[in-house]
């Protein structure tokens, strides 16, 4: 939340929850730049590397559409 965003969608299923997300809204401080930027460095050699990512870096995840669109073949004809 500490980017600019025009919402930021959460899940509330109880009381509880909302509670709970509101005590975050209510406390929240965004981080300073210079804290965003040695977190982004601190992040960096995750990013890179894609392998927190499979959706993005493998056909595993893509769906019929995807798989089209890639030029992958069907998921049937992957072997598994």
Sequence with gaps: MSLP????????????VLRQN???VR???P???GARRAYKRSLGNYALAG???LY???A?????????????PPQE???L
């Design 31 to 33: 981080m300073t730049t």
């Design 60 to 72: 595993e995840h893509e769906g019929v559409e995807g798989r089209k669109q890639h030029g992958f």
């Design 51 to 53: 392998r927190v990512e």
């Design 77 to 79: 004809e992957v072997a």
């Design 5 to 16: 965003v025009c919402m930021t969608v959460s899940g509330i299923d109880s009381l509880k």
């Design 22 to 24: 509101l005590g975050i």
């Design 56 to 58: 993005k870096t493998s």
């Design 27 to 29: 406390g929240f401080s």
